[in-house]
């Protein structure tokens, strides 16, 4: 089975934009599923996983790689994948590793250069935390990316989740991720009626219907299947106690912010000419990512 269309046997089939049960379909799990319910998840995931798994995108290796070994290339992607589709940071992910393959190319490498590769993806700080972060295990590990949690948060632009993320895709070691994906999945098949769902109960939930002993295929393998039912039509976070609404982009800061980056990459110059550009360089130069020099404004 290869087509989009053969994959709603999970779900049933799509009816007006929205994907209705089949009878082979397992009926629907309780919050506090038995073992036999929470069995009958692991292996609706793994079933979806074993047949229609993303398992061709550039940052998931084989699991005969050594630990640690890809863990550059794990941060790069984690990085990158903050609040951002998948399909638009792929072209960007193998860009940025052409131009910096290893974590000490990159920590040797001038922010200009960083912005330049990074500019167009968004949310640039992204970039100047990453090449921070690359300085710091250079400087502090030897280059070796750390795999303890404490360690990895102490790193620039890591935070909770992409420590864990980190432990789990480049180590394979246990840990309990969070995302956007992973409760869709969750909520749609334990709290269908649920609002305000608090992120420690589904990890309350996890330990009970997790899969033991494969960490980073099953993280992989819920990831996905929460990615699936969003194209199903299937869409709950908004009943999530952590969910935001991301504010609109167009005519926003964060767009003009993205378009000095690319005006001062390709070598022109910027001139303020209203309140709202002075306001997006004002936070710019504070992130560290532009300067004034000689009266004009440059990339760090």
Same mark, same amino acid.
């Given at each position: ?9 999970? %779900? @049933?089939?799509? +009816? =007006?934009? $929205?994907?209705? *049960? ?9 919050? &506090? ?87 167009? %993806? @968004?949310?640039? +700080? =992204?970039? $100047?935390?990453? *090449? ?9 590990? &030897? ?91 299937? +869409? ?65």
């Amino acid at each position: 089975m290869s087509s989009n269309a053969t994959a709603y046997a999970f %779900l @049933g089939s799509r +009816r =007006r934009g $929205k994907a209705s *049960r089949s009878r082979s379909a397992p009926s629907r799990l309780r919050e &506090d599923p038995s073992n036999a319910q929470a069995a009958a998840f692991r292996k609706l995931i793994w079933d979806y996983w074993k047949g229609f798994g993303r398992h061709d995108l550039p940052w998931r290796f084989k699991r005969s790689l050594p630990a640690g070994r890809q863990a550059y290339k794990l941060l790069v992607s984690e990085v990158m994948l903050q609040q951002t589709q998948v399909e638009r940071v792929i072209p960007y992910y193998r860009a940025f590793l052409q131009k910096f393959p290893t974590v000490r190319a990159l920590s040797i490498a001038p922010l200009v250069e960083v912005l330049k590769i990074w500019s167009g %993806l @968004g949310y640039n +700080r =992204r970039a $100047k935390c990453l *090449r921070d972060a690359a300085i710091d295990v250079v400087d502090k590990y &030897d280059g070796k990316i750390p795999s303890g949690y404490s360690e990895l948060r102490e790193l620039p632009g890591v935070g909770d989740y992409t420590a864990r993320a980190v432990r789990v895709f480049a180590f394979n070691e246990s840990d309990v991720l969070i995302e956007t994906n992973i409760r869709t999945a969750l909520i749609h098949h334990f709290y269908q009626d649920g609002t305000l769902v608090e992120d420690r109960a589904l990890i309350t939930l996890l330990s009970k219907v997790g899969r033991k002993g494969e960490p980073r295929e099953w993280c992989w393998a819920l990831m996905d299947y929460g990615a699936h039912l969003k194209t199903s039509g299937i +869409r709950n976070n908004h009943r999530s106690a952590h969910y935001t609404k991301q504010s609109k982009f167009e005519g926003s800061v964060r767009q003009l912010r993205g378009v000095i980056i690319r005006t001062l990459s390709s070598g022109k110059m910027i001139e303020i000419r209203s309140k709202s550009l002075g306001e997006a360089l004002a936070g710019l130069t504070r992130d560290g990512l532009v300067v004034k020099r000689e009266g004009e404004w440059q990339l760090a």
